[in-house]
DNA sequence: ATACTTACTTACATAAAGTAACCTTATTAT
DNA sequence: ATAATAAGGTTACTTTATGTAAGTAAGTAT
């Protein structure tokens, strides 16, 4: 790959994780198998986006779905090898976002906390 | 951070570097100073965005930009020190393709090639 | 004066993301 | 029996981002 063109691997792979909110998905599943609420409430992502993200993922081979029949069913998601195998780039970006990112304000406090 | 929310800063870093062709520009500039046609041909990306992600990035403080009043003029986009950090990001993400990515085809020759 | 080059802009069409309300199956509370 | 609650979505609709193509500005070269 010379300077006129990028490696259409690479190009590939950039595609599937820098899509909004796969990467933060990702991230969130290297912490574990997570329910699909627990993603939702963690990222602040609407259910209809980390519907349509998981299953792009899941259609990558990513992430894994895991159905257990109990009662409310439960349903787990998780990172297959190809997922886990992110898991270098990933700290490699907090190692970059803890150096270079700095926050532009803190957040305003919550009306409601008081 | 625990397991219901993300590090704001990963967060905040995430969307710049994720945002679409972000990452690929920075790659891109990863292997040394250069101008816009050179960019937009290697990347296959318009003008027009490739306008308003190199402003957003240079706004980051990952880009900067060097005008050279050559005729015609010259401008250079390169990294900064920000946007150099990034490289073992992008090392481990290359990895990562090159492990876990296969092209689903090839594309089709260029009919003009022959 | 006309055409060419680089580095952009503008205008417009299409695709993706965001928001809110609704659906389905099952369980428990009244 | 009926209503309320819960998980895991889906549908309909609005807003924002992306893609495409044509146009602009400054400075030569012919």
Redesign the pocket.
């Known amino acids: 790959m010379n300077q006129n063109s990028v490696c259409p691997r690479f190009e590939k792979g950039m595609r599937i994780v820098s899509?909004?909110?796969a990467g933060l998905i990702i991230h969130q599943l290297l912490k574990g198998p997570q329910?699909?609420?627990?993603i939702e409430t963690a990222l602040?992502?609407?259910?209809?986006?980390?519907?349509?993200?998981?299953?792009d993922l899941e259609h990558e081979g990513i992430v894994r779905?895991d159905v257990y029949p109990e009662?409310?069913?439960?349903?787990?998601?998780s990172l297959t090898d190809k997922g886990r195998a992110l898991a270098p780039v990933f700290w490699e970006m907090e190692k970059w976002t803890s150096a270079w990112i700095e926050l532009d304000e803190e957040p305003a406090a919550d009306p409601l906390s008081q």
Chains 1, 2 share one sequence.
Do not use: A, D, N
Request: net charge positive.
């Open positions: 899509k909004r909110w329910r699909f609420c627990t602040q992502i609407s259910g209809r986006l980390l519907s349509e993200r998981l299953k779905r009662t409310p069913v439960r349903i787990e998601y």
